[in-house]
């Protein structure tokens, strides 16, 4: 059974039963007025026999009795009338057929009698006299019919309005119901990659609130998976690449221990110059690893927001002059020309985490080194930008990077280098370096030229407190 028909058969059951009380007891109301109604007349037609039959009973006369009764006998509702003197000898008597008069006890009230017939007795006092007893059948029957016809009318109306009840909660239903089902289709369908349709209806009402509430959980569902996806992605990535970065350094140190064998093995006598380019070889193998691991472990610290930074502050000018002293030795051994020039001023500060923010200038120029030519230069600088910031840029005079690739970058484990320097953290931990000290970072390139990336960081106040 679907949900349209449950509501209406439920709805349906309900109406039902409150259809049947509001008629029962619109019937005993009735019941109940008409016995009153009775048990009244009743009691009005036996005083008023009584007066006639003690008229006669007192004069003498009781001859008289069957005119001065005969209205009360020709009465439909009386089915028999009893008259006895004070010696308790019928005196009078006249009742339908079939009526065993003699036979009949009195009822205590119209809502005991079982018969049909209420059998009321009075006895006929005047004047503190006792002159006889006065019997009186009464008919029912007019309670059960007028009963039966309540009930058969209320009946029909309680019909009459469960039918159109029905029409109407089948109507609504059907309009509800088709919302409903869709709602019902698409909760199912909530894991699938296609939502099913949802109502078209007034965004307020609660099916319209139930639809942005499904449109939002399925939208919120693939952007889960996208992200799960790409997660598995770049972890596959992740492992992919370091197992074959670390395998070129580690070859290397493999290869210079075989060479101090060998180095060993030909005694005293041993070229010194192979030493030499053993121990330059070992110390770049170890750099590579180390610069790895740094990355590795800068950029899961930056991921806990709940780590916090050693900041304080930095004079931007002497910053740079050891960046370009560190920096200058790597890029010159490389065959690169080496540029540097502070734009910024002496009295430049920033606010921040020193050895963090000399490992992102530092991640800034090796990449700069991968992607410009030998002999070309590579720019190491800082001037000041909008107000209250200062950038510290590096750029290359490579072959400059495509539009499409430009947020590409920036993102964890993607590397567009065949040198394979590091795991794809580099430029990842630039930009979320610069993120965690208030700074962005921005690419500017043009293809065949070369490529700028600048980092924008606040300018630190005279007094500067916290981490």
Same mark, same amino acid.
């Given at each position: 059974? #679907? ?29 109940? +007025? ?11 037609? %036996? ?9 006669a009973l ?43 008069i ?35 059948g ?20 309680g019909?009459s309005?469960l ?10 239903? +059907? ?5 409903m ?5 698409? +909760?199912?369908?909530i ?32 952007d889960?998976?996208?992200? &799960? ?27 210079? #221990? ?14 010194k ?20 691991v ?17 900041? &304080?502050?930095?004079?931007?000018s ?6 370009? &002293? ?5 890029a ?10 502070? !734009?910024?001023?002496?009295?430049a ?13 530092? #991640? ?8 410009t030519? !030998? ?6 600088? %800082?001037?000041?930008? !909008? ?18 690739l430009?947020?590409?970058i920036f ?8 040198? #394979?320097?590091?795991?794809?953290l ?40 916290? %981490?």
């Amino acid at each position: 059974m #679907n949900l349209r028909t449950r509501l209406f058969s439920i709805s349906m059951a309900i109406a039902a039963v409150m259809t049947a009380v509001m008629v029962a007891d619109r019937v005993q109301t009735h019941r109940a +007025a008409l016995i009153d109604k009775t048990q009244s007349r009743s009691a009005d037609l %036996a005083d008023l026999a009584s007066e006639a039959a003690v008229y006669a009973l007192r004069s003498g006369r009781t001859e008289r009795l069957a005119e001065l009764l005969s209205p009360f006998a020709e009465m439909r509702q009386v089915v028999y009338i009893k008259v006895l003197d004070r010696s308790g000898r019928p005196v009078h008597r006249s009742g339908a057929i079939g009526i065993d008069i003699d036979a009949r006890d009195t009822d205590a009230s119209v809502t005991g009698v079982e018969d049909g017939i209420y059998d009321v007795t009075r006895r006929l006092i005047k004047d503190d006299e006792d002159w006889g007893t006065l019997r009186l059948g009464i008919s029912t029957e007019s309670i059960a019919e007028s009963v039966g016809t309540a009930l058969r009318r209320g009946l029909l109306i309680g019909l009459s309005f469960l039918a159109l009840l029905a029409a109407l909660l089948w109507r609504i239903s +059907a309009l509800g119901g088709r919302d409903m089902a869709m709602l019902v289709e698409a +909760a199912g369908g909530i894991k699938s990659r296609t939502l099913p349709p949802l109502p078209k209806v007034d965004s307020e009402s609660e099916v319209g609130r139930l639809s942005s509430a499904f449109s939002e959980l399925h939208s919120g569902l693939k952007d889960e998976r996208a992200r &799960r996806k790409e997660l598995e992605d770049n972890r596959k990535d992740f492992f992919a690449m370091a197992v074959h970065d670390l395998k070129q350094p580690l070859t290397v140190l493999k290869a210079v #221990n075989e060479m101090v064998l060998e180095s060993a093995q030909s005694g005293p006598d041993g070229d010194k110059r192979d030493l030499g380019r053993i121990s330059e070889l070992s110390g770049e193998s170890i750099e590579r690893l180390s610069d790895m691991v740094e990355d590795l472990l800068n950029i899961s610290r930056l991921d806990s927001p709940d780590i916090p930074l050693d900041k &304080r502050r930095i004079g931007l000018s002497s910053f740079l002059r050891g960046c370009s &002293r560190d920096f200058s030795a790597a890029a010159e051994r490389a065959g690169r020309k080496w540029v540097f020039s502070d !734009e910024s001023g002496e009295g430049a500060w920033i606010y921040g985490d020193e050895k963090l923010l000399k490992r992102l200038v530092g #991640n800034l120029v090796m990449n700069a080194v991968q992607y410009t030519p !030998e002999g070309a230069a590579i720019h190491l600088g %800082a001037r000041l930008a !909008e107000e209250g910031h200062v950038e510290i840029y590096v750029r290359d005079e490579g072959v400059g990077i495509p539009e499409e690739l430009r947020e590409a970058i920036f993102e964890k484990y993607r590397t567009f280098s065949d040198s #394979n320097r590091n795991v794809g953290l580099g430029l990842a931990f630039c930009k979320m370096a610069a993120e965690r000290h208030s700074g962005r970072i921005k690419v500017s390139s043009e293809t065949g030229k070369g490529t700028e990336i600048a980092v924008s960081l606040p300018v630190s106040g005279q007094k500067e407190s916290g %981490a």
